[in-house]
């Protein structure tokens, strides 16, 4: 299974979106499905962008949900059928 990041989070941050796979597709399903990132910029890519959204900052950090984000297209949208491939892999 995964892990993530989630224990590095201050505990009094408010959460939106849980830092796991089913946050990334619940956050994404949220977002224009045409945005693009970088996915090669510690500080702009997907996951980066997406760890922001659950509370925390856009700094460097390695996470498992570089399989969703690293291919391309970059695309939230695409990235979104990647995330929910990826679910559907782990049953």
Request: glycine share 6%; proline share 6%; charged share 20%.
């Given at each position: 299974?995964?892990?993530?990041v989630?224990?590095?989070?201050?505990?009094?941050?408010?959460?939106?979106?849980?830092?796991?796979?089913?946050?990334?597709?619940?956050?994404?399903?949220?977002?224009?499905?045409?945005?693009?990132?970088?996915?090669?910029?510690?500080?702009?890519?997907?996951?980066?962008?997406?760890?922001?959204a659950?509370?925390?900052?856009?700094?460097?950090?390695?996470?498992?949900?570089?399989?969703?984000?690293?291919?391309?297209?970059?695309?939230?949208?695409?990235?979104?059928?990647?995330?929910?491939?990826?679910?559907?892999?782990?049953?």
């Open positions: 299974m995964y892990r993530f989630d224990e590095f989070l201050p505990p009094r941050v408010t959460r939106r979106f849980s830092y796991d796979l089913n946050g990334l597709i619940a956050w994404l399903e949220t977002q224009n499905p045409e945005t693009t990132y970088l996915w090669w910029s510690c500080f702009d890519c997907l996951l980066a962008r997406f760890h922001e659950c509370g925390g900052t856009r700094e460097y950090f390695f996470s498992d949900l570089s399989v969703v984000a690293s291919p391309a297209p970059w695309t939230y949208g695409s990235a979104l059928v990647r995330a929910k491939m990826e679910r559907a892999k782990l049953g």
